[in-house]
């Protein structure tokens, strides 16, 4: 049975400030969702949380970006928004800058990942929701789960992996995107991916035969509203088992916490916390980050799930560390690295602040340096 899983998400206000969701509104996002389900325009959904965002995670037979379910999951975050700006929600709303859909919601706010394959005899897959960081967080523990054998054993032991995978990176900027083949073009791969800023991996392809195995939401809210309105808050969908890493293999990477950008007011670097469901509230200087992983197996169709997978004392350490490593970058304050450099902070109020002090920077002899982004070592035009 071929199926498409849409996991679709937004920030429609968040209950207290962005910290977590409120009950009404995520009750209001599942009674349309559920009502999508009852006139047949999706298969199954399962609606989640992580910090003040929810996710619409959806299966059914109509391809990845089908107007009919992304319009149901638009109308079901505006039926949230009426709830959450009725409630007082802070940011009620906030995802959504568009007032009109028009035929699917990329470009719109949400952010949207979806796979279309053939239904295995036993299919797993585990939905990554995270909040407060960018679709960039996803670089490295994708690099781990689908190309790094000191993490992933079945690349070197399971010979229907034993050919690696092929990841399909895209510039944020330009919108345009590249594939590139592991093992053998490995280090080109890290070339951009570790250029998190810019870079990012959308979908992960196994080489022996071109299948899917893992896509990423990409989406950057404030390159679309051209302000910042918010983190992008992104999500991951990853395949296991039987020719796809284990769900071990797959979890593994969190085990131990890396640095990513977003935090508080999207502009400053923070390690991402590997929480269950009832610890995705991030409310220490709005954060740290949080991901949850949400298992699930699908039976023709439906939704079997989900598992709460960071519901283990094995993933405690991660997040004492994490703790411990917010703790040590909060000690920079307003002072970089834990504040974002300036051309992460375009959305923010620093170049209104350039814009009322222009005038008053005088020359001084010293000689002028190249800036960054004026051109030389660029990619794309």
Request: aromatic fraction near 8%.
């Amino acid at each position: 049975m071929k199926i498409t899983l849409s996991v679709i998400k937004a920030d429609i206000g968040g209950y207290v400030g962005h910290s977590s969701t409120h009950p009404e509104v995520v009750a209001k996002v599942r009674e349309v969702a559920e009502a999508g389900k009852e006139k047949g325009t999706i298969l199954d959904v399962s609606v989640i949380t992580c910090g003040d965002d929810i996710a619409m995670v959806m299966t059914h037979t109509h391809g990845v970006d089908a107007e009919p379910v992304h319009k149901l999951a638009w109308e079901a975050f505006l039926a949230g928004t009426e709830v959450a700006r009725k409630l007082k929600l802070y940011g009620a709303g906030q995802d959504l800058l568009s007032d009109a859909f028009s035929g699917n919601v990329k470009g719109m706010g949400p952010g949207v990942a979806e796979m279309e394959f053939e239904e295995r005899k036993s299919e797993p897959v585990i939905v990554f929701f995270a909040d407060k960081t960018a679709p960039s967080a996803w670089n490295l523990p994708l690099y781990e789960m689908f190309a790094d054998p000191m993490n992933t054993a079945g690349l070197v032991i399971d010979p229907s992996m034993h050919d690696g995978f092929t990841f399909e990176v895209m510039d944020v900027y330009s919108g345009k995107a590249i594939r590139l083949k592991t093992p053998a073009e490995l280090y080109d791969l890290l070339v951009f991916i570790g250029a998190t800023s810019r870079y990012v991996v959308r979908a992960v392809y196994r080489n022996s035969d071109g299948e899917i195995a893992a896509t990423a939401s990409t989406q950057k809210l404030s390159l679309m509203a051209g302000r910042y309105v918010g983190k992008d808050d992104p999500v991951l969908i990853v395949r296991a088992q039987s020719g796809f890493p284990a769900v071990g293999e797959i979890l593994e990477p969190f085990g131990r916490p890396w640095l990513v950008e977003g935090w508080m007011r999207g502009s400053h670097t923070g390690p991402l916390m590997p929480v269950s469901f009832a610890q995705a509230k991030p409310t220490r200087f709005d954060g740290p980050p949080r991901v949850i992983a949400a298992g699930y197996q699908i039976c023709e169709g439906r939704l079997i799930g989900p598992n709460d997978l960071f519901d283990d004392p094995a993933f405690d350490v991660a997040r004492e560390r994490a703790a411990h490593l917010a703790n040590f970058l909060r000690r920079q304050g307003i002072f970089e690295p834990h504040r974002l450099p300036p051309e992460e902070m375009e959305y923010t109020t620093l170049p209104k602040v350039l814009e009322k002090l222009k005038d008053r920077f005088r020359d001084i002899g010293e000689p002028k340096a190249k800036a960054p982004g004026s051109g030389e070592g660029e990619i794309h035009e």
